[in-house]
């Protein structure tokens, strides 16, 4: 049973380009979330998707943009990055009506330049 | 809002020992649960527990509980028997009915054989 996975797992990105992340949930679970995690710092949440449409949003930027798909796939953009985006971006899933348990993707690590 | 605050950076502890993390949580609401998460050097955040706030009862997982104190809002982590494997970050967490997760700075767990 594939677990949440994301990709690319590394990349690397010049300031004020724009970056697409992916992320594919666990099987059987239909809600999609975001974190940025920054060196030495827990993840902190970017927003989360259900039924095609954002239900939440921590406190981000609309540089940082989102997607997810029919088929419960998501993607996370950044436009105009800035070096502060360097981070890693972690994909979580769950059920929305299952219990209260997120599954992490491994991330995916961005560097700006 | 809620803030999750982790005092200890680093801990160690020998192999087999008993070892216990800190952690404190600022909340408003009423219905909210606490997680303990671990990410090693894959980068993959793994749920080690999670208590229901309504639910009194500390949470046990095999070698790890909790000691959660409500009043207080405290929600510590022992991990007896300590294997190796064992050391990585650890994040403390909370989060209200199945959104956001609000994580502490993390304590890095170095175990030495």
């Known amino acids: 049973d594939a677990g949440v996975t994301q990709s690319p797992t590394h990349l690397i990105k010049t300031r004020g380009q724009q970056v697409t992340l992916r992320c594919s949930p666990k099987?059987?679970?239909?809600?999609v979330s975001w974190y940025q995690q920054a060196l030495g710092q827990g993840p902190q949440f970017i927003f989360q998707y259900y039924e095609e449409e954002e239900r939440q949003r921590g406190n981000f930027p609309d540089r940082f943009s989102g997607h997810q798909f029919p088929n419960y796939s998501s993607e996370l953009n950044v436009n105009a990055l800035l070096l502060g985006d360097s981070a890693l971006y972690l994909c979580a899933s769950r059920r929305v009506d299952g219990a209260n348990v997120l599954t992490f993707g491994a991330g995916s690590r961005l560097t700006v330049l | 809002a809620q803030t999750v605050t982790q005092s200890q950076p680093e801990m160690s502890v020998q192999e087999a020992e008993t070892v216990t993390l800190s952690c404190t949580y600022d909340?408003?609401?009423?219905?909210?649960?606490l997680f303990w998460y671990k990410q090693p050097p894959s980068r993959q955040m793994i749920l080690v527990i999670r208590q229901e706030a309504y639910k009194q009862q500390n949470a046990t997982e095999n070698r790890f509980s909790v000691n959660f104190q409500k009043a207080a809002k405290s929600f510590s982590l022992k991990i007896s028997d300590s294997q190796l494997g064992d050391a990585a970050m650890y994040f403390c967490?909370?989060?209200?009915?199945?959104?956001?997760?609000?994580f502490g700075k993390g304590t890095s767990l170095l175990v030495t054989p």
């Open positions: 099987s059987g679970h239909d809600t």
């Open positions: 909340t408003s609401e009423s219905d909210y649960y």
């Open positions: 967490a909370s989060s209200n009915s199945g959104y956001a997760l609000n």
